[in-house]
């Protein structure tokens, strides 16, 4: 069909559409209540990184919000591998994508009637990395900032499920945009640890070790456990311990982790300047090196080709 | 045009369309994040009600999560009482609307670049009321139970606001429901004081007083305040304060107040009864007398109708 | 005596008693104010098990709220032995015993002056088993329910303390089976991680690896630490971790360990199936096995027995 | 018979009987686990104060615990006169009682199951008031000391019922007593706010007006509520108001109020004396002097009969 | 002496004192440990405004911190005024003068002696109000943000006691003024509520009432209480609650107040515009005006003054 | 120079001063705001130990305060090796020195403009250990007394930055000496966990196994990483881990650790003994002997020199 030449490919409910008859019913609950979960990896060199384990999380998050997708895992991944392929062939031999997977509980009908769903909505589709806009993170590194807003806490909502609730990071995005634009908000939890930003982890580097927050109140990401893996590959100390603001201060580096970024290296925290001139510490060169191999992909170069 | 005839009409982004053209590009950020926030009133007798009110509680709700709906407030009422009246044509005498806007931050385009929409998506809808699933609790009463989940606090996204990140609720009733169907779950808040059900506030009636949760942690709603009006009215005293499981159990009398419900008793909270064999207490028959006064509808009848 | 032949014999301050001459005037300080601590172990085919780790514990127990129970730990053992000894006549074989020291702080003159006892009252009784109670147990696995209420935190009483003060999990039992019936409460501690049930511990079963909540917000068992050691035997990976409620639903398999129950399997908590239709995971069984060859019995088929 | 003449008579599940013959087995849930609730009053001139709020403040504490005593409220007032009336010829003319209505859940049988027991145990009681033991106390006023220990929350245990499980009380008069003997702790709730010592409650006076913490987080005392109504006829203000230590610091002078003690004068917060030389401060003699007439009973001079 | 003519006199331990000869050893304990307590008044056309009051706060601090400063509160403030009789000649007119007492315990010894100094060391100084550098803020309103970092708790030190312990609120305000210099820090207290920003309380309107956080977790200021007794005179109701980010968001109008900015307007709050363009709102008008009078001051002019 | 016979020479700002002569403006921000940080390491034999690790940590809490102290590390030490060495002939040969930096942000010019310093104050001076003053304490153990006030949480200003706000720590200490004078405080941090007492950390032994508070709450200080290191040589397990009064009172030994006191044992706290009559404990025994040969220096007996 037409559409196939210039625009991408989606699933939706076991059809593989083109992304703009992907339409939803506005009693969707995932529009009407954020009611659903997702997952997302990406491509390196146009091939999908560790698919299995994001579709092992993502349904961990199902299982949270008791939502049943109506596919197994391996169904999961099988739509997901179709759905890359079939949008290839559009991106730029030097680009890549994210891939992700949304599943809604499907149509409300009366409010608390929970169970008179007829299925979940599932939605496969992907999406050129914003490799551009992100350009100039990998020269000057992320200025971030920790807004007051605090990590939704477990007791609530845990943030170990990848939910479609978004709305306490991007809150606590634009605030720290509007005073800061272009920095990025690292939550801390209610404890007054620091937890994690908007898909994103902290490491620090103090001393030749690494520091992280440890899993429970932020969602350990698949990046963040390349990173462990890599760091005890290199031989470089890494312990998941409660880490507070003085231990940011008080780091020789510091960089952020996520599925597209991999590893970015953050230049100050509220404003206070981490390391020296060069954000990237030599922790930092060392392990982007590394993750660099192990995905055979030069990320750090990829986005920096928007800078020339 | 054909659907007229039995299919209802929404607003969206300016057209007036049946429900079933009402759709969405599934990248719209209330489907991707619940990055988008709503507010629902209710007819009586086909008459909408205090909508002021409840679209200057929607238009604090945007201003919260910095969403710009690209209408005024005159605006939004007009078009809510132009969908109402497109509609009512559909709705027996005896039955009732939810009227209901929802807006979200529109279609993203790429992730973190919260700027670069085009404007957000408004959809005006209205459903009929539950009245028949609802019917038997106008009868035996609401059986409360409180959940281990705690409310979602402000420090993280205020219940203030009425935002369409509901999994805090949602999860919290599944949890309540696969352990007693049918039973609501009424939330504590972080600091473990009695705080929310998913849109319905909690009244205690003790020694003739009425009690009720401080705002706060809890979204004050215009039902419970028109029961603080009207306990005005009839000289009962009544105070907000915060109050624990312990005032739960030690009450004579309950009730959930919401848009849809008005009031309506609890016959136990955690299993405990309240009061005696009649879940309507000399405080909770009151305040209903005079509420279905005020509204010109007699609600509890219009409930147990279906009981018949 | 005529009584030895059909009633237990207990002991009481220096003497061997008929249990119905066991009897306490009621200004006994744990009547009036659970001003008492205990610890309790169990027979396995009529031998005590690890009896020095609990007398140890006891002991802990008594120091921290500052009894002198008026024995030496090792007297404390030996009239233990003995209370056993003067009552395993009365056992079937297939059946087993509680054996328990109870030590309150003794009689009270005058509510304030606390140093005015003449000593503490020291109970030490045995009381057969609930197998047949709890025979269903080890066929379907426990319901467990996570309630609201919370476990006394250590700065008002530490749970490692083991006293006489359970009104805490006694109503934490009583609101679940009021909505549950036959469910068993675990409940949180004040941070909002999953802490312990009445006298029992929680294991995790994910990804071959067992996890358990660190000792502080809890008391952990001697049938906890049992199990820890014989996961290091069989080269199961256990760690000590906060858990919260979505590592239980992400959870393979669970179990809880009690003196009496050694390893009983959850089915499901909150209502949220735990593992497949088995509610024994593969880690439970061999931890089963083991467990019934360290205690030479296998105490599954001593429940089991009560079902045929 | 024979033990009249010296002994009390106590109530015990409907009999009369002197003390020495109310006996209970040691299984009793009180004894086991504190598994029971009381309440006390006092007389003055051997008449007894307010029985029927302590009555009900009894019955809520039986509901909060879900022990039927198998008693009306009537009844149970009736219970409690007869045993006055029974003791009261061996009271001395200047002394007054305790009268303590004591109810365990009864006896156990197995341990888990809470519903076989056979009904509860009632215990109706009356001893001395300790006047010779605090008769410095109002000569001197009260050292308080703010233990590091705080009152159990409301999530774990209500601070409203009144329990046997006052292990968490007398562990804090403990830690006091051990470093600063006659001392009296009042204890802090979990958010740092002065909640309340053991049976009594704490009053400020700053600036000629009256603080005390508000019900909640502490059991409301009824002779707290008697300064209540008191200040209100003496025309002092008085707020119901979080307050904390440096309110305490700060305070021109303070009391503490109980059942026993009526209000009694604090001399010192944490070694901080409060106001000069004499503990009597204008407010709180103000106060004694109405509560005095109240009551009928010169309470000071009662206690004071025996510095003499 | 020379000095007089153009260098202020400080109050020195009984002596009056050119400033630049009021130098103290480094092992004052101010220094060493900012182990001291200020308080700081203004003065109105080189009238001094509610000394009593400052000073009556300043003894409740003293006490707090149990340091004796060797004068009565009567000496203090005569020696205060004198202080500020003989610079009046040193400023213009139109400007004025902050005028702080600040007290330390002495010089330390040896550390841990802390009985062993011979006393307090007691400073009273004036100084210039900033006019000139606070000059826009009465023209384009304050832009408030509020950090991560929260407001020191009572448990640990109270606000309510003006210490010389400012490194919560100074780092607060680095924090602050390193993302947007200029902006300044308004805390959260330790619950999440609005606290206080270094030397001054937020006030908020909406709906033609004032909101104010309650005392408690921060210092309540003299100016805070002027503003609240003007509110009263006007007719503003105003209440004393707990205020968190969203009411900040929802507010028409704000302002801060202070003893040297009175009332102040804020024109944004973490980047959210309050209000319309024009940052003074309707009711701060009303206040400021009537403050004015009070005061016999137009200070919003005296900052004003500069701008031209 | 005549001083130098008699008076010990301080740095000031790069000069070498007599003490007397080093006077401190009172403007200076660190007597205003306590508003410096300062670090302190001791001699031993009359070298200086671990000067390096101790600039470390003092350059970490100038960062974490963002004071620019104007001198390099190396230059520190270096300045901090020549006070020493002009001060050396002042000590006895079995006496030795606290040495410390002293670094506040210099003098204020207006209150809010924080970056008009012409730059910081450096003070390094040393002083002898008050030896005599604690001897005892090495004979008898010290009494460790845990007041209600908590340690200032890290979200308010980090216990791991060593700065001259002190107050939370001095007014512990005065409220544990009120009521028992003699005592040393011990503080709780905000969850209730044992944290640190001023300048000294916490050790407990228990079943022949080290405990102590992680960091995060507290400063690890370089004595107690010093005991955790001859740990590990010794074959002592170690553990750092959250410990709360309960573990206290159930230690077989404990002690304190910091830069003066080495290794001192604790005898009891609140008022409950650890331990037997000793309170050297057999590890406590063990750790300080090979503390001493570490140092070159047996400090227990340097300390108890002046029991003679």
Redesign the interface.
């Given at each position: 069909m037409a559409e196939l030449v210039n625009e991408r490919i989606?699933y939706?409910n076991g059809a593989y559409l083109p992304?703009?008859r992907?339409?939803?019913?506005?009693?969707?609950r995932?529009?009407?209540?954020?009611?659903?979960v997702?997952d997302t990896t990406r491509t390196f060199r146009h091939l999908v990184f560790r698919l299995a384990e994001h579709v092992d999380r993502l349904y961990?998050s199902l299982?949270?919000?008791?939502i049943d997708p109506g596919l197994s895992p391996r169904e999961m991944c099988a739509a997901t591998e179709e759905v890359l392929a079939r949008n290839l062939h559009l991106l730029d031999p030097t680009d890549d994508y994210?891939v992700s997977q949304?599943i809604?509980r499907g149509t409300a009908t009366?409010?608390?009637?929970?169970n008179s769903q007829d299925g979940a909505t599932v939605?496969i589709?992907c999406?050129p990395l914003?490799l551009q806009?992100?350009a100039t993170l990998y020269r000057d590194g992320i200025r971030v900032?920790?807004?007051?807003?605090?990590?939704?806490?477990?007791?609530?909502?845990?943030p170990?499920?990848k939910?479609?609730?978004?709305?306490?990071m991007?809150?606590a995005?634009?605030?720290v945009?509007?005073?800061?634009p272009g920095?990025w908000a690292v939550l801390?939890d209610?404890?007054?640890n620091l937890a994690e930003g908007?898909?994103s982890n902290l490491f620090l580097g103090r001393d030749g070790c690494l520091l992280t927050p440890p899993a429970?109140q932020l969602l350990p990401g698949i990046s963040r456990q390349t990173v462990i893996e890599i760091a005890g590959e290199l031989g470089i100390p890494c312990r998941e311990t409660?880490l507070?603001?003085?231990?940011a201060?008080?780091a020789d580096e510091a960089f952020l982790t996520s599925t597209?970024l991999c590893i970015c290296p953050v230049r100050s925290i509220?404003?206070?300047r981490i390391g020296g001139e060069d954000p990237f510490g030599p922790l930092t060169r060392r392990l982007i090196r590394r993750y660099s191999e192990r995905v055979d992909c030069d990320f750090v170069d990829q986005y920096r080709q928007y800078l020339r």
């Open positions: 989606a939706h992304e703009s992907v339409l939803l019913p506005f009693r969707d995932g529009f009407l209540y954020g009611d659903a997702f961990r299982r949270y919000v008791r994210w949304r809604s009366v409010d608390r009637e929970l939605v589709e999406t914003p806009e992100r900032v920790v807004p007051a807003r605090r990590r939704t806490p477990p007791e609530a909502l845990s170990q499920a939910t479609s609730n978004y709305l306490n991007i809150v995005d634009q605030e945009a509007a005073i800061d920095a801390l209610m404890a007054g908007r898909g429970g409660n507070q603001l003085f231990d201060y008080a597209s509220n404003g206070a």
